[in-house]
C-alpha cells in the first residue's frame, strides 16, 4: 500500500532532518535521481533490474552527500539560521528538478516491468508490487533498527539526533555524520524511488510530491522520531486510502496537505515528537 | 591518571558581547578548583571556550602544558578533557546503557569499556539498577549522576563540570559533590568545578576562584569564603 | 514583456512586505495572485462583470484568503509557518485544479474579455501597458507608504522579536492579520490585471514554483526595501530575455530559467543574503526638530500590587502566595538565588503569563487577563534579562517604535490622514532624540543596534523601556555584566527616574547595584517572598546569605 511508500520516504526525512536539523526540499529531486539512476542502468547499460535498483540506491547515496557538502555545509559554516538553510534548499529543489528535465528530458521513463502476479487475500486484492513495497519496509526499517541500535556508529547517529551538542561534548565529529545521514536517509528514499519507477515509470516532477508526502509523515508521526516518521507515513496512506473511497480522485493528493494544515494546527509536535 | 589545566588572559563572548573579559587561571594536576561567581559573570562562557565549544577570542589554553587554545571539542576528549556541561546532559532517548556506552565512544577497546561501565555503576548504584531505563525518564539528579557517569567513560584526566547541583535536592547535591571529590581522590582526576552552591562546593575545593562581570577577583584558598556574609561582600 | 515587469512589481513589493518587513514567511503569494486571477476570470468571463469591479471582487475574496491563512500563522511560527503556507499554496492550487465547474480544471478559463477604457480597448501590450504601470505604482505607493510608516517600522519590529514587541505596546495579532490582508489585496489585484492582459487563465501559472521566483526576487532585491523588489523584479525577469541569444528548444530554454532562479537564490543566500539593496531604514535623527521635551518629567505613578500570586508549570511550582508591592518614587530590588521565580514574578505583573491564582493591580485596576501590550498602555512596562533588542533597526527606531500611541500605527491614519501622522512623527523624532540623550546615546542614533557595543545595547534597552511612556518600569537584570566605569555612568540615571516619581523595580545578581540604588528590598527564594526590608538588612542576614548560595 502506499502507506508503506510514504513511511519509508517519512523514515529517510526524519533520518537527515533529525540529524542534521536541515529541511531539505532537495530530498525530492535527489529521490528522482535515484529512480533515473535506476533507469538509466536498466535502459541504457542493459543491467539486470536487480543490479539497476542498487545503481539507483548509490546515485541517491552520493547525490544526497553530495547535496549536503556542495550546498549545505557552506551554509553551516557560516552559521546561517535554519530559516535560511530552508529556502536554500527550495532554491536547490528548482535547480535540481530542472536540470534532471534539462539533461533527461520530459519523458516519463519506464523498465520493462519483472512479471508481477496478484493476490487475493481475503477481501484484498494485492498486487507484487505491492508486496515488494511492504517488504521493502519491513526489511529497511528493520535493518535501519539494528544499525541504529547496535554499531557504534549507528548510535552515534541517535546521539545526534537526540542531543546535538552532547554529541560534540562526547566527542562525535558531527560534521562527518552529517554526511553519512543525508547518504544514509537518500539511500532509503532511493527505494521507493524505484518501486515507483518500476510500477508508474519516473518523472522530473516526481520529487515534488515525494518530499511533501516524507514531511507530511514526519510532522504527522512527530518532528525528531524516527519511530514516528514511520507510523506518520503509514497513517497517512492509510488516510489516503480510506479518503479514495469516497473523494473524487483529482482531490486525492491533496487530502495529505488538509492533513498537515489539520496537525500543524492542532498537534505542532506531531503524535509521537517531543521537541 | 591527572592532567593540568591553564588559561591566559582568556577572551571569549558571543557577537561583540565580551562576557569573559581576560582570565588567568590555573588548575594543578590532580586538584580541584571552585569557579565561584553570580549568573552572568561568565562561567559558563568561560568552561565553553576552554573545552572547545566556543573560539576564545584571546588569550590561551593550555592542557598539561600543551596550547590547546580553541581546538575542537572531539579532540580534547581523545586526549583525556571531559566536560559535563550545565543542565545534567543525557541522551533522553536512549537507555542508561545506551548512554555510557557514547560516553565511551571515543574508547575503542571494548573490555576498557566494560570495566569502565562497571565503575560507574559501582560509584551510581542507582544507575545499575536502571541500566535499561530511557534517560529521559530519570529523575534530575539521576540524570546528574549519568552525566557524570559518560564523563568518566572514557577515563579523563581531567573533568570540567558545569553547575552539576542546578535544579538538585540538597540532598543529592550532596551526593554529586561527593561522587566527585571520591573520581579526584581515587581516579586522580583533575576537576575544574564551577558552581552558584557556595554551601555544597566548598568543602570539596581545594582552592577556590571568584569570577566577576568576566574578571576574576578572588583565586586562593577556600576558608576565608565560608564566612557567607563576607561572601556577599565579594559578590 | 514591461506589462509582466510591472506585474512582477507589484506581487515582489506585497510579497516583501510578508516576508520581508513582517518576517512572515508565507509561502502562498502565487496562490493570492491565482485567486485574484480566478476571480477576476469567472466574474469577467463567465459572469460578463465588467472592469473593474471583478478587480475589487477579487482584493475582497483574496483578502478573505489572507486573513485565514493568517490565522494558523498567529499560533505558529518560522518554519512552521513556511511549511503550512507551502501546503496551502498546494492545496490551492489542486482546488484551481479540481473545481472543474467553477475553473474549468485543467483546460482553465478562456477568452477572458479585455478592459476598455474611454472606448479604447487594451488588447495589444502597448496599449495595455499605460494601464498596467498606472495601477502597477499605486499598488506600490500603498506597499511603500505603510512599509515606511510607523506601522511598517513596527511590522519590522515584530519581526526582530515578538515578546519585545508585545512588551512596547503593540498588538502584534492585527498587526499580522492586517499585514496578510494588504499582501494578499496587492497580489490580487496583479491577478486581475494578468487575467485581462493574458485572456486565459489556468492552474499551471499559479504554482508553488512560481511562488519560489518571487521569493528569489523578493530576496536578490533584499529583503525590508521595496525598491529593491523592483530591482529584483526586474533581473529576474530580464534574465530570460538573455537566454534568447542561446540557442535552445523553448522547454528546455524554460527550464534553464529555472535552474538559474535557484542557482540566484542559492547564490544570493550564500553570499549576501541581505539582498541587494540594504534595508532602508523609517526615519532618521537628522530630521529631528531641535527641541528636546524633558525625559524625567515628574509623573504620578501609582504602586504595582500582586497579591497571593500562584503560577505553576507542569508538576512544578514556580511562584506560590508572592505578595509583592512595588511603590512609587523608589527603586524596589528583587533578589534571589537561581530559579527563585524572580523573572516568573515579572511575567506574571506584566501580562506574560497568567497567574493560576491571585491578581495583579494597578491604579486600582486589575489587570489579570490582559495582553502585555494592553498592560503596556495601562502604565506598566518591563524590560528582558536577554535583550531582545531589535537588532536590525537603527538605535533611534529601537526607540521611536515604542513610543506610546501612535497614530501611526494605525493603518487608517497611515493612508486617510498622513499628514497628522507626519506631524506626530516630527514631534516624537524629538522624544526619541531626548531619550537616547538621556541615557547617553545620542551619538549613536543612526547605528544598527546590532552595532553597539554591550554596555550600549543594555542602555538602549533603558532608553526603550522609558520610551513606552509607562509609570511602572521593571527591569530584569538591566545591568548585569557592565563593567564598574560604565555603571558609574549609569546608576544616577535611575536614580533621576526615581525622583521623578515613577515606580521602578529592578532584578540584579550584582549586589552592589542593588546596595546603591534600592531603599527597599526584596527577597524572593522558591517563588515565595521569603523577607523585605532594606539592602542592608537583608544582606547582613546570615539565614538568607545562606539560601542565597544555596
New interface residues.
Partial sequence: MNGSHYALLGLAFALIFGTTRI?HFAFGPVYALSAYGCWFAAAKLAAPLWLAVVAGIATGAVAGALTYLV?YR??ER?G?P???I???S??????????I??VFG?DTKVVPAPPSGVFLWGPLVITSAQIAQIVALVVIAGALGAYL?RT?FG??V??M???P??A??????TRRLSVVAFALGSAIAAVPACLILVKDGATAHMG?IAV?MA?VAV?VGGVGSLRGAVAGGLALGLVESTGMAKI?T??Q??IA??L??VV??VR?RGLFG?R | MSVSLACTALVAGYGKKRVVDGVDLDVEAGRILLLLGHNGAGKTTLARALFGLLAPEGGGVRLGGADITGRAPARNVADGFAFVPQGHGVFRTLTVEDNLELGGFVEHDRAQLAARREQVFAMFPILAERRAQLAGTMSGGQQQMLAVGIALMHAPRLMLLDEPSIGLAPNLVEKVMHSVAEINRTLGTTILIIEQNVKASLPIAHRVAVLKTGRKIYDGAPGPLADHVKLMELF | MLVMVSLYAILASSFNLLIGYAGLFALSHAAFFGVGAYATAILAAKLGVPFPWPMFAGIAITAALGIAIALPALRIGGDYLVIVTLALQIIVTAVLLNWTDLTGGTDGIRAIPRIELAGVKLDTPGTFLPLALVIAAVCFAIAGRLGASPFGRALKAMRENEAATQAIGKNIVAMKLSVFAIAAALASVAGSLYAHYVTFVSAEGFTVELTIYLLAMVIVGGTGNLVGSLVGALILAVLPELLKFIDMPSDIADKVRQMLYGLLLIVMLRLRPQGLLPESASAHHYDAPPERPPVDTPVAAAALEGRSLERHFGGIVAVAGLDITIEPGRITGLIGPNGAGKTTAFNLLTGFLQPDRGEVRYRGRSLNGLKPHQIVHQGVARSFQDLKLFTALTVLENVLVALPRQRGDHLAYVYFAPWLVRREERDNLARAMAILEFVGLGARAGDLAADLSYAEEKLLVVARLLATGAEALLFDEPLSGLAPNALAKVLPLFKRLAQSGRTLCIIEHNLDVIRELCDRVVFLDEGRKLAEGSAEDLMRDPELSERYFK
Avoid: H
Avoid at chain 1, 560534540?168 to 565529529?173: N, S, T
Fill in positions: 529541511t550546498v557552506p551554509f557560516k546561517s535554519p530559516l535560511v530552508l529556502i536554500a527550495l532554491g536547490l529543489f528548482i535547480l535540481l528538478e530542472n536540470a528535465g534539462v520530459t541500535t557504534r548510535k552515534a541517535l546521539a539526533t537526540d542531543n551538542e552532547m560534540r561534548v562526547i566527542g562525535i565529529d515534488f511533501f514531511f510532522v473524487p483529482e482531490w493528493n491533496s496537505f488538509v498537515l494544515f500543524l494546527l505542532p517531543g
